[in-house]
């Protein structure tokens, strides 16, 4: 099945600098590629998503990269913000197929 | 819309009872997904409905956890008998294009 790979698993920024979480996938047939964020004690929530027939896509001061080569695909936060502070979680989609394989997380903490 | 709705939010029970959770999913959404997430082993696909017929329940840890959808607007995740490593948070989720969970039930066995 799917494997998908996050890193880092700990992330402490400035307020204001930038924030970058990776991510690899096995399957070569993956297609669809969204970003969580998970708060404490909340739900996973989707922030954005990409699918593999574009390599970039940016929502205010997010943005995520797709290299479908290297089968790796990437989260960009800038100016961060307090509030980015959270679990952010990656996860592909095998092609053709419902099921989301997640990767282990990453915690993000902004620095006041 | 409410969003995927799952109860209970909370439940503490006793090792040995049967646990069930219920989840209606976001109306029209044709897939429905149970995960579970703890600390060690992050978030894990335990089962995936598609227009209520279950397709894949690999992820499904022992033959005491089962679930069911009955219809389109229904789920249930059963877990028995319960033990303290079933401890955990089950999210329910529902897709269309993309997928969204419900607030989660927090499940304490002791």
């Known amino acids: 099945g799917e494997n998908v790979e996050q890193h880092p698993s700990t992330l402490s920024v400035q307020e204001g600098d930038s924030a970058v979480i990776k991510c690899t996938y096995s399957d070569s047939a993956s297609n669809y590629f969204p970003w969580y964020k998970q708060e404490l004690g909340k739900r996973p929530q989707l922030i954005i998503d990409i699918r593999s027939n574009v390599g970039e896509k940016k929502d205010q001061r997010i943005a995520v990269t797709l290299n479908k080569t290297a089968k790796h695909f990437s989260l960009h936060i800038t100016e961060t913000q307090p509030e980015d502070s959270a679990v952010y979680f990656c996860a592909a989609s095998m092609g053709g197929d419902y099921k989301l394989s997640f990767g282990a997380g990453t915690t993000v903490t902004v620095r006041a | 819309d409410a969003g995927v709705i799952q109860s209970p939010r909370h439940e503490v029970t006793e090792m040995g009872q049967e646990v069930t959770l219920r989840c209606k999913p976001i109306s029209g959404h044709n897939s429905l997904f149970w995960y579970r997430q703890t600390m060690m082993r992050g978030l894990e696909l335990l089962i995936y409905?598609?227009?209520?017929?279950?397709?894949?329940d690999s992820g499904m840890p022992e033959d005491r956890f089962s679930a069911k959808m009955p219809n389109a607007s229904f789920s249930t995740l059963k877990i028995q008998p319960s033990e303290p490593r079933d401890s955990a948070v089950y999210f329910c989720?529902?897709?269309?294009?993309?997928?969204?969970f419900g607030e989660g039930s927090w499940l304490t066995v002791v």
């Open positions: 409905f598609n227009n209520n017929v279950p397709i894949d």
């Open positions: 989720a529902s897709r269309l294009n993309t997928i969204y």
